[in-house]
């Protein structure tokens, strides 16, 4: 009998959430509780406001974030590679549910303290710099890695989606109800997480010869492993090219009143467009789980982004730009759903842990990064060849990078390596 063809799928790939129960719990919850930590992110910014009138102040909201995101995302992925996974997540879900409650107990009793909100939040990075590997390192070990694309689609939907409604959603309940019920539900919210957690079977890793006779996972032997492995290592400079040399954000608002002759309406429309893409992207996914080739899927999308992006950079209507952002948004979902793809199939699960807090500082230091650079540039220059010239040293980086190491191209996922 002839092998079955398989389908050729537009719209998401929900075969992970159909095919295992725990990896539908754990998408669910996390969905969940993403939406809820948007909404309490957008809260605690309008209260620091509220208290200070201060966007200095406000600023200081995304320091003390970064910092303990980034101090911490290796160390979360060492700690991820030596004890359950399960009660990693479960630990560090507990944590986040109770900060919920504690700023929504705080602002009952109508104890306003901008100490205490910086404090939260930072409690609240260290929180998730030691849940997000451990989840994600969970997730090869609950579905076949042909599924493994899909899953990813499925988890940029649940970001991208969380980032676009939860501040919507949470000005409105702030607006109504006040910052104790954004918190409340935030907290509230976080329950299906723990649920998913809790019904998870035990995830302990596998034991590799680096943690065989320790049982400690060095952060250093991380490293080393990724510096001896160029196919997971581009993956990291890739997402670089596009996040330091083509990130446009920090000049919207300077673009949407110079360029378009808006305002700050205008600066949401430009925000919003890649977001919007990148939803898309998830959402007409279902096509990615054909491709073999993801080395080259990244190469390309990623020179994709940085298109888009010098495009926009040319552009002087505000349909056309937000279109060209919209596509860019979109190659960045691509971009994304392979690159987690091969860090998660082409490590061994003793190391998964680690990379996957190598990934959080990537993600988390390179935007901000970007945004630095772009900024600089533009009173150096001009807005204009910040965000075009920024475009066209994405794609030169990222042809000189396929050039360098050529291997990258030819990474097959039915037989992935490092």
């Given at each position: 009998m002839a092998e079955a063809r398989p389908k050729r799928r537009i719209l998401a790939d929900l075969t992970p959430l159909r095919t295992s129960v725990d990896y539908r719990r754990l998408w669910i919850g996390n969905t969940v509780s993403w939406l809820g930590q948007a909404m309490t992110a957008l809260a605690i910014s309008l209260q620091v406001y509220d208290?200070?009138?201060?966007?200095?102040?406000v600023g200081l909201v995304g320091l003390f974030s970064l910092v303990p995101l980034i101090v911490f995302g290796l160390y979360g992925g060492a700690i991820a590679d030596t004890v359950d996974r399960r009660k990693l997540g479960l630990a560090s879900s507990a944590g986040l549910c109770l900060l919920s409650f504690v700023l929504a107990g705080a602002a009952l009793a109508g104890y306003h303290r901008v100490w205490l909100l910086y404090t939260i939040v930072a409690l609240q990075a260290?929180?998730?710099?030691?849940?997000?590997?451990?989840?994600?390192?969970?997730?090869?070990?609950?579905?076949?890695?042909?599924?493994?694309?899909?899953?990813?689609?499925?988890?940029?939907?649940t970001t991208t989606s969380g980032t676009m409604f939860g501040p919507m959603l949470g000005g409105v309940v702030v607006g109504v109800w006040g910052y104790q019920a954004a918190y409340l539900i935030d907290a509230v919210a976080f329950s299906a997480a723990l649920y998913a957690m809790w019904r998870l079977p035990s995830m302990k890793p596998d034991r590799g010869a680096d943690t065989a006779g320790s049982g400690r996972a060095s952060v250093l032997d991380g490293l080393r492993f990724l510096a001896t492995r160029p196919n997971v290592r581009m993956t990291f400079f890739t997402d670089m090219c596009a996040m330091v040399l083509a990130h446009p954000r920090a000049l919207f608002p300077a673009v949407a009143v110079l360029w378009f002759g808006g305002d700050a309406r205008t600066t949401g429309l430009l925000v919003a467009a890649p977001a919007v893409g990148a939803l898309l992207g998830g959402v007409f996914s279902g096509w990615l789980g054909r491709i073999r080739r993801h080395g080259l899927a990244i190469l390309l999308s990623v020179a994709a982004w940085g298109t888009a992006v010098a495009v926009?950079?040319?552009?002087?209507?505000?349909?056309?730009?937000?279109?060209?952002?919209?596509?860019?948004?979109?190659?960045?979902?691509?971009?994304?759903?392979?690159?987690s793809t091969m860090l998660?199939?082409?490590?061994?699960?003793?190391?998964?842990?680690?990379?996957?807090?190598?990934?959080?500082?990537?993600?988390?230091?390179?935007?901000?990064?970007?945004?630095?650079?772009?900024?600089?540039?533009?009173?150096?220059?001009?807005?204009?060849?910040?965000?075009?010239?920024?475009?066209?040293?994405?794609?030169?980086?990222?042809?000189?990078?396929?050039?360098?190491?050529?291997?990258?191209?030819?990474?097959?996922?039915?037989?992935?390596?490092?």
């Open positions: 208290i200070t009138h201060s966007s200095f102040s260290v929180c998730a710099a030691l849940n997000s590997p451990a989840r994600t390192s969970m997730i090869p070990r609950l579905l076949p890695p042909e599924q493994l694309p899909a899953a990813n689609a499925l988890n940029s939907m926009f950079g040319l552009t002087r209507n505000l349909l056309l730009g937000m279109l060209f952002l919209a596509l860019a948004g979109c190659a960045d979902t691509i971009s994304m759903v392979f690159r998660q199939a082409a490590t061994p699960d003793e190391m998964r842990g680690r990379l996957q807090g190598v990934f959080i500082v990537v993600v988390a230091g390179g935007p901000r990064l970007g945004d630095f650079l772009a900024g600089s540039v533009a009173d150096l220059t001009s807005p204009q060849l910040a965000i075009t010239g920024g475009g066209v040293a994405c794609v030169v980086a990222v042809g000189v990078l396929a050039l360098r190491w050529r291997g990258f191209a030819r990474y097959d996922a039915r037989s992935p390596r490092a």
